[in-house]
């Protein structure tokens, strides 16, 4: 077997962390012959739930996992990681104005990109799951200066996998015959999913759906507004399909993209496709070797640029908010 990887979880013991870690434990990232060594952080108050979550772990006797361990501090935790999921985050409590919530997660964020700067591994991957992910994502790379600004993604795969599940659904096709689905920008309701490069068992999907009113009224706002969906049902915010796309873009980004086709990653704007350069924006991308690439060349028409529009004009508002609050 391998030398055994290190994996950061950040809310270890909320919602997400209880569908994400057992999978992570069997091999679900790293495959069955690598053995993983899981580092969990939590607040102080939540680390005795944490306890009982790390006695069900013992309990699976996974064969992948190669040992746990657990604490609130994350120069601790952090020490010596290959991998880094963020998930935990302060939720929006009743009352909160969104000024709050960007300070409360702000000041997380900027603590935990400090600690992954001095102590994280060379070769460090570091996602966040953790809302407003892609500002999340952003506020810790500014605080990881020494740590390159490709080795932090947002996720948007949730919304990827969405999409993907909303066009079989439509179309009566297998979710593997899709390809090249894309999520462009913020992980919120101002996202666009992008049905006019993506494929349907090779054919274009918007020419083969012929249908522009189904796509700006059915399709896109039920992807964008499927997690609010998900809460009127459940009465609680999606949880394991957040775990399992937090796993799926880890994976691909470690392991490669397939051949002809790509993901969407949240990552640091290089000024493809006329976004801004400073914001954190999903965008098509391919990985291999532990690298991302933003696919190049896409011919983008006047609908899809004023929706990518949009979205960036958002999270160059949340950048500028949390700017004034004193956070980088
Ligand atoms: P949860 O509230 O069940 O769990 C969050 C955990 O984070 C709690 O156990 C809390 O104690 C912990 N936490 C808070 N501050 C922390 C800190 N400074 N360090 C370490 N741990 C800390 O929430 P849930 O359902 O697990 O969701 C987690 C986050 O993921 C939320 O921000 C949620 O909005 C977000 N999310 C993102 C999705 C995406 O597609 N990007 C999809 C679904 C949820």
Redesign the pocket.
Same mark, same amino acid.
Do not use: M
């Given at each position: 077997s391998q030398s055994p990887v290190k994996v950061a979880v #950040? %809310?270890a013991?909320?919602?997400?962390?209880y569908s994400l870690l057992f999978r992570i434990a069997s091999g679900a990232i790293f495959g069955p012959d690598t053995p993983v060594q899981l580092r969990l952080?939590?607040?102080t108050p939540?680390l005795g739930a944490l306890e009982g979550v790390v006695m069900e772990l013992d309990d699976c006797a996974f064969t992948t996992l190669d040992s746990v361990e657990i604490g609130d501090d994350p120069r601790h935790i952090f020490d010596g990681v290959n991998l880094a999921l963020l998930?935990?985050?302060?939720?929006r409590a009743k009352g909160m104005e969104r000024g709050d919530l960007l300070e409360a997660n702000g000041a997380?964020f900027t603590e935990q990109g400090r600690a992954l700067n001095d102590v994280a591994a060379d070769d460090v991957r570091i996602g966040v #799951? %953790?809302?407003p992910?892609n500002t999340n994502a952003l506020i810790a790379l500014r605080n990881a200066p020494d740590i390159p600004a490709e080795r932090f993604s947002a996720?948007t795969r949730?919304?990827h996998n969405r999409a993907i599940s909303q066009l079989a659904a439509k179309t009566g096709a297998k979710v593997g015959d899709i390809r090249r689905m894309t999520i462009w920008g913020n992980?919120s309701s101002t996202q666009y999913p992008d049905l006019f490069h993506a494929e349907v068992a090779g054919k274009n999907a918007a020419d083969l759906i012929d249908d522009q009113a189904w796509i700006e009224n059915e399709f896109i706002p039920t992807v964008a507004k499927r997690?609010a969906a998900i809460i009127d049902a459940r009465g609680a915010?999606?949880?394991a399909s957040?775990a399992s796309?937090t796993i799926d873009a880890a994976r691909d980004w470690l392991t490669g993209t397939p051949e002809g086709d790509w993901v969407s990653m949240a990552v640091a704007s290089d000024g493809s496709y006329g976004v801004p350069e400073g914001v954190v924006y999903s965008f098509p991308v391919t990985c291999s070797g532990g690298d991302w690439q933003i696919v190049q060349g896409l011919e983008i028409d006047d609908f899809s640029r004023e929706r990518m529009d949009a979205t960036a004009a958002e999270l160059i508002e949340e950048r500028d908010a949390v700017g004034q609050l004193g956070l980088t």
């Open positions: #950040t %809310g013991a909320g919602q997400i962390g952080l939590e607040i939540a998930v935990g985050a302060r939720p997380i #799951t %953790g809302n992910a996720l949730l919304d992980h997690g915010s999606s949880a957040a796309a």
